[in-house]
């Protein structure tokens, strides 16, 4: 497994993996509309900005996989270091292909993403938002030492509030420390 910074080339991939990923675990909190028709073109939206403009406290990581000769996306992560006063440096994305999940990549992106957080902002907690109906995201969470801090509500693209938890760690090194006991 290769992982690596993010580059433009990497944009389709991205946007449509973080689609992909919202359809398979957002449909009880997205509406069916959405998630068939908006999701892909949204994403892309998205990506496009955060690529093209990124912010100085963003960090974009990507995993791939040679196979045959081919190159195969598997997954990616995006932090932004120092983002909330009081929680610190946010994991916002973590999307892990699924025929690669159970495999060890969720914790191999988790780690670096701790390693950079630890290395860029040493003093700043690190954390994320995972909504309520995500319970194998909470249960991983979990099991790399993350504690539920807060409940908070997301606005969907829909308009609708849905519950979320925010998860957080003391510090970069904390998740360190525990993403090396679950590899």
Known sequence: MNLRIATLDDLANIAHL?????????????????LNEMVFK?????????LNNPLENQWVFVAEEKE????????????????????????????????YKGKGLGTQLMLA???WA???????????????????????YESLGAKNEAVGYWQTPCDNKVKEFIYVWLTA???????????
Do not use: M
């Not at 932090?79 to 025929?99: F, K, M």
């Not at 090194?173 to 590899?183: D, R």
């Open 68 to 99: 045959r000769g081919n190159t195969l996306f598997c997954g990616f992560i995006c932090v932004y270091g120092e983002h909330h006063q009081r929680y610190g440096t946010i994991i916002d994305n973590l999307h892990v292909n699924a025929s």
């Open 118 to 140: 630890n290395q860029h902002y040493p003093k700043a907690s690190l954390y994320l938002e995972v909504l309520e109906c995500n319970h194998k995201a909470r249960g991983f």
């Open 173 to 183: 090194k904390e998740l360190i420390s525990s993403s090396k006991v679950v590899s």
């Open 18 to 34: 973080h689609a992909i990923s919202w359809q398979e675990n957002y449909q009880s909190v997205l509406a069916a509309s959405y």
């Open 42 to 50: 949204e994403r892309l939206q998205l990506w496009t900005e955060r």
């Open 113 to 115: 993403a701790a390693q």
